[in-house]
C-alpha cells in the first residue's frame, strides 16, 4: 500500500525531517527528481526550451533547482515568477512550480501553447492538496512529482484529472504511518492461498440476490465470487422457483417470498460471508428482511443495489452481530446519508462509517473505502469501462469471496476495487459488459499472485500511479 498524506501530516514530516537535514538539502533533493523527471520527459536536455513557472516558497525554490540542473545539461532555461506573466510562449516543457499543497486562494495559470507537456512539482498549483478542488485556472500537467507519498488532491476530486501520471519521488522523508493509503498490485498478498487442508466450505459465501423474473444481477454476484476464489457459493432467490434459477455452479437455497431472512440465516451459518442485494427489488416486505439478516448474521455482510435501499429506511447506527460493508454509489449515498457525498471522496466515505456503524465503500473513479475509527484505503484503478449495468453486481461478489477466504473487511473491500479495476482495463475499450468481467478477474489474480511470486512484489524506482 502506498501513503497518502494529508497537507497537515506533510507538514509534520517536513517538520521532523527538519530537524536533522537542512531544509537546502531537502530542496536540492527534491530539484533534482523534478529535473530528472523532466529529463524522462523530454528525451534529453540539450537544445530544449523549458520555462519554470515559480513561486515564492519552497515548491518554487523546487523548480528553481530544477531548472539550474536542466540548464548545466544544455537546456534553454527561462525562470518565470508566478504571476508575472499571462503567457510563457513556445517551450518543449513547462515546470509548475508556483504553489504546492498548502497554497490558498484562486490561482490563474499562465496560458501554455496547446500540446505542450507540463510537469507539476508536488501538486498543480491551485489544487487543494486535501480535497483535489480546483480554482481559478490551474495548469493540466502531463506529469506530476510528488514527494514521499501521494496526497489526497492527487488522487480525487479535479486533481485526480489535472495531475496526469503522478510519480512518487523519495527524497528521504519518512512519511510514518497514515491514516489513508492507495492499493497497489502488491497487496494482492492479502489474500491467503488456498489452505492444503480446506474444502469448499472453507470460503463458502451466501449470496441472497434477485427476484422472481430477474436474476441477472444474482448469477454476476455469484459467478464473481467463484471466480473470485469462493470454494462454495449459495444462491437464494427470494419467492424464486428452482427453474428459475441460474445456471450456474451456485447451489440454490429455496427462499419464500415472504420472512425469507430466517432460512437465509440458517444458510449463512454454514457460510464464511454473506452478500445481500443484487437485484432483490424494493418491495416493502424486503426491508424488514434486509435489516433483520444484516443485524443477526452471524457471518460478515456485504450489502449492495437494492439491499442499500432497504436500508435506507432504517436509522443508523447498524448494531449488528458481524461486520456490515456497504458499497453505495453517489445516488445510493443520498439515501443513506440524506446528502450527496461531495468532492472530498475521503471524507464522504469517513463520515458514512461512522453514521452507519459499517466499512463504507463509495464507488467512484477513486473508490474509497472506510472504518468508523478513520483509516482508510483507496482503490485508484476505476475506469470509465465499468460505467455499465451490473459491474456493482460483480464488485459485491469479489468482496464477498475475499472476505470468506480470511480477508479483514475493510482490506477485503478495498482489493476487491483495485482488482475490479484492472479487470475493467483488460476489457474492451467499447461495449465491455458486467459478465466480460469475472473471468478478467481471475485472470488478474491469477497474474499478480504470479508477479509477486517471481518478483517478491519489488518494483523499481518510484511509484507510478496513471
Known amino acids: ?6 497537507v497537515s501530516e506533510m507538514r509534520a514530516v517536513d517538520a521532523r525531517a527538519q530537524a536533522s537535514t537542512p531544509l537546502d538539502v531537502l530542496v536540492g533533493r527534491a530539484g533534482h527528481a523534478v529535473a530528472l523527471a523532466a529529463l524522462d520527459m523530454l528525451g534529453g536536455a540539450y537544445g530544449r526550451r523549458v520555462v519554470a513557472v515559480c513561486g515564492r516558497g519552497n515548491n518554487g525554490a523546487d523548480g528553481r533547482v530544477a531548472a539550474h540542473v536542466l540548464a548545466q545539461r544544455g537546456a534553454r532555461l527561462r525562470v518565470v515568477e508566478a504571476g508575472t506573466e499571462a503567457r510563457v510562449g513556445p517551450a518543449d516543457l513547462v515546470i509548475d512550480a508556483a504553489y504546492g499543497t498548502g497554497f490558498r486562494g484562486e490561482y490563474r495559470s499562465p496560458q501554455v501553447d496547446p500540446g505542450t507537456p507540463v510537469l507539476a512539482v508536488d501538486i498543480p498549483s491551485g489544487v487543494d492538496g486535501d480535497t483535489g478542488h480546483a480554482s481559478g485556472s490551474p495548469l493540466a500537467a502531463t506529469r506530476t512529482v510528488t514527494f514521499a507519498a501521494l496526497k489526497p488532491g492527487l488522487v480525487q476530486g479535479d486533481g485526480a484529472v489535472l495531475a496526469g501520471e503522478v510519480l512518487v519521488a523519495d527524497i528521504g522523508l519518512l512519511p510514518g504511518d497514515a491514516a489513508v493509503s492507495a492499493m497497489e498490485d502488491g497487496d494482492v498478498a492479502l489474500l491467503p492461498p488456498r489452505r492444503r487442508d480446506g474444502n469448499k466450505w472453507s470460503a463458502a459465501v451466501l449470496v441472497v440476490a434477485g427476484s422472481p423474473g430477474m436474476t441477472g444481477a444474482a448469477a454476476l454476484c455469484a459467478r464473481s465470487a467463484y471466480r473470485t476464489g469462493a470454494g462454495m457459493v449459495r444462491l437464494g432467490v427470494p419467492g424464486g422457483r428452482m427453474a428459475e434459477a441460474p445456471a450456474s455452479e451456485a447451489v440454490s437455497v429455496p427462499l419464500p417470498a415472504e420472512g425469507w431472512s430466517g432460512p437465509a440465516l440458517e444458510a ?3 457460510c464464511a460471508a454473506v452478500v445481500v442485494g443484487p437485484g432483490l427489488g424494493r418491495q416493502p416486505s424486503s426491508a424488514a428482511e434486509v435489516q433483520r439478516l444484516v443485524l443477526q448474521s452471524p457471518v460478515p455482510v456485504v450489502v449492495d443495489a437494492d439491499g442499500l435501499f432497504a436500508l435506507g429506511s432504517a436509522a443508523g447506527p447498524l448494531e449488528a452481530r458481524s461486520t456490515v460493508v456497504l458499497t453505495p454509489h453517489d445516488g445510493e449515498y443520498v439515501r443513506l446519508m440524506d446528502g450527496r457525498p461531495g468532492p472530498d471522496r475521503i471524507d464522504a466515505a469517513r463520515r458514512l462509517a461512522v453514521v452507519w456503524g459499517a466499512v463504507a465503500l463509495l464507488k467512484g473513479p477513486t473508490t474509497a ?5 478513520g483509516r482508510v484505503l483507496l482503490g485508484l484503478t476505476g475506469t470509465s469501462r465499468l460505467a455499465t449495468a451490473g459491474t ?3 464488485l459485491s461478489g469479489m468482496i464477498g469471496a475475499m472476505v470468506s477466504r480470511g480477508v479483514g473487511p475493510l482490506e477485503a473491500a478495498a482489493l476487491a476495487a483495485h482488482v475490479h479495476g484492472r479487470a475493467g482495463a483488460r476489457g474492451p475499450v467499447e461495449g465491455l459488459v458486467a459478465g466480460d468481467l469475472p ?16 518478483t517478491g512484489g519489488r518494483t523499481c524506482g518510484g511509484s507510478r500511479r496513471g
Open 369 to 373: 473505502v472506510a472504518e468508523p475509527g
Open 439 to 454: 473471468d478478467r478477474v481471475s485472470e488478474v489474480l491469477s497474474d499478480l499472485r504470479s508477479w509477486r511470486a517471481s
Open 268 to 270: 449463512a451459518s454454514r
Open 392 to 394: 456493482g453486481d460483480v
Open 1 to 6: 500500500m502506498q501513503p497518502v498524506l494529508t
